[in-house]
């Protein structure tokens, strides 16, 4: 039996709530990736595997990426994106980890590094 680890119902809500209040780095980052504009790749916003909810996820590379904010840094905020990682690792989906201040200063050296990690 295969267990189901996308978008899994209980998440709906916390999903559509965390795309409505979408932060400006995601929005800006979010209009680089959406209608497949980056190297024609499909990315999705506030996607979710397992028990995680990523920024953005493109299936057909197994890529996730993920903003950080000012927040970062914290040892609490640490180990959980340590062990969200390690989950994501464990089942073959890569991450990615940006600060939004760079998605503001130098949004094509974060678009490039996305694409250097495509297949």
């Known amino acids: 039996m295969i267990k189901r680890l996308h978008n899994l119902k209980y998440l709906e809500a916390k999903r559509k709530?965390?795309?409505n209040q979408a932060t400006a780095a995601e929005i800006r980052l979010w209009k680089a990736l959406?209608?497949?504009q980056l190297a024609g790749r499909k990315f999705r916003?506030?996607?979710s595997v397992g028990k995680?909810?990523?920024d953005f996820y493109c299936p057909a590379e197994r890529l996730c990426i993920e903003l950080d904010g000012?927040?970062?840094g914290e040892s609490?905020?640490?180990e959980y994106?340590?062990?969200?990682t390690a989950f994501l690792q464990s089942i073959g989906i890569r991450a990615l980890r940006f600060e939004n201040k760079l998605v503001f200063e130098d949004i094509e050296s974060?678009?490039?590094?996305?694409q250097l990690h495509f297949k």
Request: aromatic share 8%; net charge positive; charged share 40%.
């Open 17 to 19: 709530e965390l795309r």
């Open 52 to 54: 995680y909810i990523l």
């Open 34 to 36: 959406q209608k497949r």
């Open 70 to 72: 000012a927040h970062y």
């Open 110 to 114: 974060v678009l490039n590094e996305i």
């Open 81 to 84: 994106d340590e062990k969200r």
């Open 76 to 78: 609490i905020r640490l």
């Open 45 to 47: 916003r506030q996607h």
